[in-house]
């Protein structure tokens, strides 16, 4: 029998020692999905399924954002290895919440909607979020309020307000996504938000602002004059 070892325990090596010297920077979307990969999948080369999920959803985040369902469904994709690849982005965003709760908001605005990107740009169904901020404009919570259909998310003024009430919120920002990528508001999205402004400011609650979260890019009713 042959002692010789499979040629991809030594890439692995190689990889991870590129990794612990210089980071997760110094590796190019497919090899650093096969250190992912190589967790759940020991044996085998994951070289070829690396690339197969970059190409099939078109990039590192799409890769670790997809559903499992989703990724099952790749040839070689097992339950365990989407386990691992969408533990790393729970992982990422609970980093990323952390960086914007109890911090003023103006002063992390840009980490906020960082935030906001990495948990909605790649759904394939809208979302509706809820930020709600203390009196110094704080998060003091962040809830996924709704979930809908491809293109329509329910939102419900009475509930949105009842919320902020319990949780005794100063202001709001409402975050939904468009998942055709774009941040364009609707006119569906700007009645909506008028509603949501006009029975919240009744109860002292200011609504700041209403950000839509695209493909890469982000509107914001504040900085359009919508709000």
């Not at 002692?3 to 190019?28: T, V």
């Not at 078109?58 to 994709?77: D, N």
């Not at 980093?95 to 908001?105: F, G, I, T």
């Not at 419900?156 to 409402?174: C, F, N, P, Q």
Request: proline letters at 4%; a positive charge; hydrophobic letters at 45%.
């Amino acid at each position: 029998m042959s002692s010789e070892k499979p040629h991809y325990l030594g890439h692995r090596k190689r990889l991870r020692e590129r990794f612990i010297k210089a980071g997760g920077e110094a590796l190019p979307d497919y090899e650093l999905l096969e250190l992912l990969l190589a967790l759940a999948k020991p044996r085998g080369d994951v070289k070829p399924l690396a690339k197969k999920l970059l190409k099939r959803f078109g990039g590192f985040a799409a890769v670790i954002s997809a559903e499992p369902r989703e990724l099952t469904e790749v040839e070689g994709v097992a339950e365990a290895t989407a386990v691992a690849l969408k533990t790393v982005q729970a992982a990422a965003l609970r980093l990323a919440r952390e960086e914007v709760m109890a911090r003023p908001v103006i002063g992390s605005w840009e980490r906020l909607i960082a935030y906001c990107r990495m948990a909605m740009a790649h759904s394939k169904t809208e979302q509706f979020r809820l930020l709600f901020l203390d009196r110094k404009n704080a998060l003091i919570a962040d809830e996924l309020q709704q979930r809908g259909t491809v293109d329509h998310t329910p939102v419900y003024t009475r509930e949105v307000v009842k919320r902020a009430l319990d949780l005794g919120a100063s202001a709001i920002i409402m975050v939904h996504n468009h998942p055709s990528g774009d941040p364009t508001p609707s006119k569906a999205d700007i009645l909506m938000t008028r509603e949501v402004r006009d029975a919240a400011e009744k109860l002292g609650i200011v609504l700041h602002d209403h950000v839509i979260i695209g493909r890469g890019e982000h509107a914001s009713f504040k900085a359009l004059g919508l709000l």
